[in-house]
């Protein structure tokens, strides 16, 4: 007989417009990784929700060592040893790493607060599991694969036995990916069992033991990962065949679209700039892929390009108008679109409806608005036609709450409002971050096509598979400045690996040498 620590029994949970879970079941044995695949808006989040205590299910139970639990609240679950790292973290930003650990979970004596007892708990448990965080640090200081340790911790501190981590990899670096499947295996080595979702087959191929399959909300199988292939993975997933390659064809570069000459942008972290002198062009008809590892100063270069945050020195150019101290409208009507890297913080507003936050970047523009006035049915016929263009999933269709949508869908409504503005230049930062193999096949090949139309594209990217096969050109950048320039074909991921850690550099002249 199976050893299952957790059996989630025919779980059916409904939202406005949508079954997001319907009669699923999912069994987990005791020491294992579990993965849990499916496409955005498959039911994967709201599953494992559910067994957190965030949801409470339609019908359905769910048994511990053969013996049916109430989780009607989180707190529910930590008390049976469960916990979760979230695709968007739970942490107080303005809270020390100390304090987001052990917050729900204070020690106390007589009234007052035992940090000290807290602190070595936690500094143990870093050491312990490879997992260095220094505990007075202000979470709004750290970088997201720094925060994710400290989800991590905050269930390794409360001695949960069953870990969920929801797309645990979106956020992370390659060599932080890999540190994470480390850890991943020592947990389970200990008999700690592990729910995984994901959308990345190599990653489920690489750690997992068993995978369950979701499509639209239903049971599609539960597999043993030695007996099956990425192929057969992504087939249940989607119901088709994914091409794992993108198809370009030679392009020659044309005019120059943005011009960037020795930008420097100052660090919030330290006194230096956290971008020090970049300069480089993007012409039309190529996609310029800025690569690096997290931290490196591409999300403060990408923020003074595209108006965000002030520069300390240099100077932006796009079509020749000189933008460095233009707006963020005035930089869009210019000719720049911007797909950012943080959906929640700048690419959307969540609590307006999907109709609205597509329509963001134009609600201006005579067809959108009459004397000031917005004319909402043209608004919603232009929302339905992205919908169905970009398979954005939502319940309630352009009405629906963008809060309530999945994370892959969020992103996908983004892509969907950004490429569609047809814009000169395209500056897409992580595209493709927590989105199925069948969504990321889409959005490259819309990155191909705005390329074949001749716009310029800036591809911001973590994922080193991205870099090599989507762009023409790519430039590395480490500790604020461009180590490195490449043509794909000329260099090897594990060579980029080495610029995108320092040890290498290369002089900018000998590209094409």
Known sequence: ?????????????????????????????????????????AGKSTLMSVLFGLYQPEKGQILMNGKEVKINSPNDANALKIGMVHQHFKLVEVFSVLDNIILGAETTKMGLLQKDEARRKVLALSESYGLKVNPDALVEDISVGMQQRVEILKMLYRDNEILIFDEPTAVLTPQEIDELMDIMRSFAREGKSILFITHKLNEIMAVADRCTVLRKGKLMGTVDIRDTTPQELSRMMVGRDISFTVEKKE??????????????????????????????????????????????????????????????????????????????????????????????????????????????????????????????????????????????????????LTRSMSGGNQQKAIVAREMDLKRDLLVAVQPTRGLDVGAIEYIHAQLVRARDENRAVLLVSLELDEVMNVSDRILVMYEGEIVGEFKP???????????MAGARRRDRQEVGA
Request: charged share 30%; hydrophobic share 35%.
């Open 1 to 41: 007989m199976d050893d299952y620590v957790i059996e989630m029994l025919g779980i059916t949970k409904d939202f406005p417009g949508v079954r997001a879970n319907d009669d699923v079941t999912l069994r987990l044995r005791r020491g294992e990784i579990h993965a849990l695949l499916g496409e955005n808006g």
């Open 251 to 400: 392009q020659e570069p044309g005019e120059v679209v943005l011009q960037v000459e020795n930008l420097s942008v100052p660090s919030r972290l330290h006194k230096k700039d956290a971008v020090r002198g970049v300069s480089f062009e993007v012409r039309r008809g190529e996609i310029v892929c800025l690569a690096g590892i997290e931290g490196n100063g591409q999300t403060e270069f990408v923020s003074a390009l595209t108006g965000l945050e002030k520069l300390s020195g240099g100077r932006i150019t796009l079509l020749g108008r000189d933008l460095t101290r233009a707006t963020v409208r005035q930089r869009s009507v210019a000719g720049m679109s911007h797909i950012p890297e943080d959906r929640h913080k700048h690419g959307l507003i969540l609590d307006f409806s999907l109709m609205d936050n597509l329509v963001l970047q134009r609600y201006w523009e005579e067809g959108f608005q009459r004397h000031g006035v917005i004319r909402e049915g043209e608004v919603r016929g232009y929302a339905e036609k992205l919908i169905a263009q970009y398979d954005v999933r939502a319940g309630e269709g352009p009405d629906t």
């Open 489 to 499: 074909r000329e260099v090897s991921v594990q060579e980029l690996g080495l610029y």
